[in-house]
């Protein structure tokens, strides 16, 4: 069993940036890929990234490729999207997600464990 919990949500100008954390709290298995996705209102919910237990692979969609960096923290258990040139179109509700195992993935069926999601607005 694991409980995602997130945060660094919040308000931002466009152009501007915000650090989103994770944190895999109560995990009781030795490796987990982690990944980030998002729905935005009225929207299905998509891939953002994704990154690999040891933190060597990791996957971007391509409307946040060159902007917003995923890692991760194994001693924290924590899993950090950092968000740069944030625009209106990123507004959503972003989701952290554990899918057990070593291997990552882009797909949100895949994945294991969710956490609640935190609000993202980015105004224009």
């Known amino acids: 069993q694991v409980q995602l919990v997130e945060s660094g949500g919040g308000l931002v100008q466009a152009g501007g940036s915000l650090r989103l954390s994770c944190a895999a709290v109560?995990?009781?298995?030795?490796?987990?890929?982690m990944g980030w996705f998002r729905r935005a209102p009225g929207k299905e919910r998509e891939f953002v990234a994704a990154?690999?237990?040891?933190?060597?692979?990791?996957y971007y969609a391509d409307s946040v490729k060159g902007r917003f960096t995923i890692s991760r923290d194994n001693a924290k258990n924590t899993v950090y999207l950092q968000m740069n040139n944030l625009k209106p179109e990123d507004t959503a509700v972003y989701y952290c997600?554990?899918?057990?195992?070593?291997?990552?993935?882009?797909?949100?069926?895949?994945?294991?464990?969710w956490g609640q999601g935190t609000q993202v607005t980015v105004s224009s």
């Open positions: 109560r995990s009781t298995f030795s490796s987990y890929a």
């Open positions: 997600a554990v899918r057990i195992g070593e291997v990552v993935s882009t797909l949100l069926w895949e994945y294991d464990y």
């Open positions: 990154i690999s237990w040891s933190g060597g692979s990791t």
